[in-house]
């Protein structure tokens, strides 16, 4: 049984460093934006919130927090095939959606959801240069 769960966990390491390196082939045009944004509230509001804070209605109920999609330094670490793999396998208490959106449908959600985080850069640009003085 032991040697059960060690090949799954291997596989499924295997499989999300694959996912790493995989490109996202839907581009975040205005109608991919739309259609991500569509699924996104259709499956994923009730947890993530509709700002993608995490603050959805049934986050208080879930063993995990719901990841916060507006943390741009923290959505910096993952690639998009990476959200990609985690929006189709899933990870408790959040379910896979393999079987709810089809591969184009989960690349729209990746997409909607990078609109959620700021570009640390960005943020950096609008924020007053330190002086150097207390």
Known sequence: MAGIALSFGINNWLAERRAKKMPNPVPATEEN????AKFYGDHCVPCHGVKG???GQKAAQLSVEPGNLTDSKKMAEFTDGELFWRITVGRN?????????????????????????KTPNAAAAHEPAASGHP
């Open 93 to 117: 208490p959040m379910p896979g959606y393999e079987d709810k959106l089809n591969t184009t449908q989960r690349w729209q959600v990746v997409d909607y959801i990078r609109t959620f985080a």
């Open 33 to 36: 934006l739309k259609a991500g």
């Open 53 to 55: 804070d995490g603050k």
